[in-house]
């Protein structure tokens, strides 16, 4: 296995990243380049098909001259990307529009629509949940690809194929066919999320052509070979073998090795997002968890998020702590790191002070979007390290909350959570996540799963290892571990029921009424 690499090319939302590893799992060099996003209006995110693949074109030529490797020794390419985004294609593959992103909103319009075909059809939103395994919401391509309808029937006649990002780039790098991920193929909803195939049903009830969507194919599938004039853009050898990978956080759960049950991942990022694997297929009772394909073929993907996860300290960062951030670049340090010190000098459970992380109102599992941050118990006794620590406790409060749904849905206890994103370079906020979860954490020493991920799907494809399980064993290098500390458990347990408590007697009159008051007044 000396001298192989693999290389895995990651579309995110603001940029794209090629990395390339050795077949351990070791980065050996890597290269970004910014994708911009447009606002055409308030609601609606955009960016350019053709700079999106330009940029990953870029991006890996320059990762294969950082890494300094001979392009013959990269033995396979993957991609992994956003999800619930597309671009329209005419049938000589020119595109249409602009992408409209996982963000983008404008879809919400639809809603009422897509009831109204549920009522013909006769069925309802739980019916409709046992079958997609997703709750109905802007997030999901449907309501995006139903507005583009209404609002471009020119356009639309034009439509051959609506691509999804995998699909685009594979089309792009190989110059053959249109291939997106099986995994992502909950994200159409109209498909079934048991067996990862569309459902004709489904697709007739909304008056839409299974054709126009690209085939799905599992991870580690050969998609083609880099053409001639794709290997001039990106400096790969002609003919190196492309296989499919799947959308980002699937990688990602991926590339932290979370690969059998009883394990889950984590990104602590601007949002908070939980993946568990599991083996069996599943549906939350309530239908309010989002169950998704995993890379590993033939399992599931429980999914669950909060948008105020790291956000939340960057918010109490802009506003309330200038002067840590101006002494930080006077000194060339990192402000989060005096924010921690600060934050450790106040006991667990903050002396009582709650902080509630709904800066976006309250995410899955309650769904609620009346809800809104709050500090709670405030004393002439309490300081900024007693806000600051309240508010990563907060943000590790309301994660649990999902975790227990996800734990609800898929019947069993997560016995351990691997970590990433911003969060995952704290100790401290790790550790008291433990505490708060009663759950063992780890990191791993990649500090890029999602590309890890897509690259590990390309050595499965090439034959390297048999399965992405073998893959894990031998790629996912474990850095550190967080065991719970169960003086701490107790304390969080206790501030966890004051959490629940304080939403129950806020929802039904007072939040809603803060709610119509900003709407209205501010």
């Not at 992408?99 to 549920?118: N, S």
């Not at 580690?220 to 004039?229: A, L, V, Y």
Request: glycine share 10%.
């Amino acid at each position: 296995m000396a001298n192989q690499y693999v290389l895995g090319v990651d579309f995110g939302t603001t940029g794209t990243k090629s990395v390339i590893y050795d077949l351990k799992g070791n980065e050996i060099g890597q290269c970004y380049f910014n994708t911009p996003t447009t606002y055409p209006r308030p609601g609606w995110y955009a960016q350019d098909p053709a700079d999106v693949i330009e940029k990953s074109f870029l991006s890996v030529k320059g990762a294969i001259a950082n890494a300094g490797v001979n392009p013959e020794d990269i033995i396979g390419v993957s991609f992994t990307h956003i999800c619930t985004s597309f671009v329209p294609v005419d049938k000589d593959g020119n595109f249409l529009y602009h992408i409209l992103l996982w963000c983008d909103t404008r879809g919400a319009e639809m809603f009422p629509y897509i009831r109204e075909c549920w009522e013909k059809a006769g069925i309802d939103e739980k019916i409709d949940y046992e079958m997609t395994g997703f709750p109905l919401g802007a997030l999901p391509t449907l309501s995006k690809v139903l507005w583009f309808r209404k609002h471009h029937p020119d356009l639309w006649e034009k439509t051959d194929k609506i691509v999804g990002m995998h699909a685009m780039l594979c089309k792009a790098f190989t110059g053959e066919n249109y291939y997106d991920d099986k995994p992502g193929i909950a994200y159409s909803k109209i498909a079934d999320a048991t067996k990862f195939e569309f459902n004709p049903d489904w697709a007739k009830m909304y008056d839409l052509d299974l054709s126009l969507y690209p085939k799905r194919v599992d991870t580690g599938t050969f998609c083609g070979r880099i053409p001639k004039d794709v290997a001039e853009k990106t400096g790969l050898k002609e003919g190196t073998p492309v296989y499919a990978g799947a959308g980002d956080q699937r990688c990602a759960c991926t590339g932290l090795g979370v690969v059998q049950d009883g394990m889950m991942s984590l990104c602590v990022g601007t949002a908070g997002v939980a993946h568990a694997y599991c083996s069996r297929p599943v549906r939350h009772k309530g239908g309010r968890i989002q169950i998704l394909g995993h890379c590993v073929p033939g399992a599931w993907q429980i999914e669950a998020n909060s948008s105020s996860a790291a956000s939340s300290v960057e918010w109490f960062k802009d506003h309330f702590c200038q002067l840590e951030s101006a002494n930080a670049k006077l000194m060339g340090t990192s402000v989060f790191d005096a924010m921690t010190e600060l934050a450790s000098r106040s006991p667990v459970g903050s002396k009582g002070l709650l902080y509630t992380a709904w800066m976006a109102g309250a995410d899955c599992p309650r769904f609620n979007y009346d809800c809104r941050g709050t500090f709670t118990g405030l004393t002439f006794a309490h300081g900024k390290s007693d806000m600051i620590r309240a508010v990563m406790e907060g943000v590790a409060l309301e994660i649990k909350s999902m975790i227990i749904g996800i734990e609800e849905t898929i019947e069993q206890n997560v016995n351990l959570i691997r970590v990433t994103g911003g969060g995952a370079k704290s100790d401290f906020w790790i550790q008291i996540m433990a505490d708060v979860f009663n759950k063992q954490m780890e990191t791993i020493k990649c500090p890029e799963a999602t590309s890890l991920g897509a690259a590990m799907c390309a050595a499965v494809g090439h034959g390297v290892y048999k399965d992405l399980k073998e893959a894990a064993a031998n790629m996912v290098q474990v850095d550190k571990r967080y065991e719970p500390i169960p003086k701490n458990v107790e304390i969080y347990a206790e501030l966890f029921d004051l959490y629940n408590r304080f939403y129950e007697a806020t929802t039904t009159d007072f939040f809603p009424g803060l709610n119509k008051f900003q709407n209205e007044r501010v």
